[in-house]
């Protein structure tokens, strides 16, 4: 099956730093990639849609100047979480449709855990 | 936009038993509905789906039965076993290369 991974699997930063988070398909293309937000014992959150070429689409209460996504390329879309503070701390997991249009199923991550001290 | 709604949020069950968890969408036009397993701190693991053309679909174990009159959808768990405690989380999406909506998750125990 399709495989994305992450990059880094976990971070930790100071206050008011930037973290950039690397989601990349490995063996497939996707022009299009979703970032979720989990905190503990909570579901997973849509951030916003990647879509390589173009902006993000981002999801309402979602600010778009502080979660900067780049879809640089078909296998690699990239999110920076810009000026990172305590309540930012979260579990990050983007995910990818598979290679085949017809196959409805989207391949996750195994996400990013960040934590702002 | 679509909205999921999830039951229980914790389930306890002897191993053995069976358990059913139970989610209901909003958007009638949601045509395809995953269902994830998910253990403590790692991805989603996709257990089983059903398209909305489909009334049921088994897999051994499990199981998914989807009413489209009703919008609802379960999932099926039998003869559990220690190793199925996890969190389970269903979904829902609308179009092919859409975003899904996600329930809020069950937490499943299965005590020996």
């Known amino acids: 099956g399709a495989v994305v991974s992450q990059h880094p699997s976990w971070v930790i930063c100071k206050s008011g730093t930037s973290v950039k988070i690397e989601c990349r398909s490995l063996?497939?293309?996707?022009?299009?990639m979703f970032w979720y937000r989990q905190f503990p014992k909570q579901s997973l959150m849509l951030m916003a849609t990647?879509?390589?070429?173009?902006?993000?689409?981002?999801e309402q209460g979602v600010e778009k100047d502080k979660f900067l996504i780049n879809h640089a390329s078909l296998t690699l879309s990239t999110l920076t979480v810009t000026s990172a503070h305590p309540e930012d701390s979260s579990f990050y997991i983007c995910?990818?449709?598979?290679?085949?249009?017809?196959?409805?199923?989207?391949?996750f991550g195994p996400g990013t855990r960040l934590t702002v001290l | 936009g679509e909205n999921v709604e999830q039951h229980p949020s914790t389930l306890s069950v002897q191993e053995g038993d069976s358990a059913v968890i139970k989610c209901t969408y909003s958007d009638s036009a949601s045509n395809y509905f995953p269902w994830y397993k998910q253990e403590l701190g790692k991805r989603p693991q996709l257990i089983i789906d059903?398209?909305?053309?489909?009334g049921e679909k088994k897999d051994q174990r499990i199981a998914v039965t989807l009413n489209k009159t009703a919008k609802h959808f379960s999932l099926h768990i039998t003869e559990t076993q220690p190793e199925d405690s996890a969190v389970y989380f269903c979904a829902a999406r609308t179009d092919s290369w859409g975003k899904f909506q996600f329930g809020a998750g069950t937490q499943v125990v299965v005590t020996p």
């Open positions: 990647s879509n390589e070429g173009s902006k993000a689409t981002y």
């Open positions: 059903i398209r909305s053309n489909v």
């Open positions: 063996d497939f293309q996707a022009t299009t």
């Open positions: 995910s990818a449709p598979g290679r085949d249009f017809l196959n409805n199923e989207q391949f």
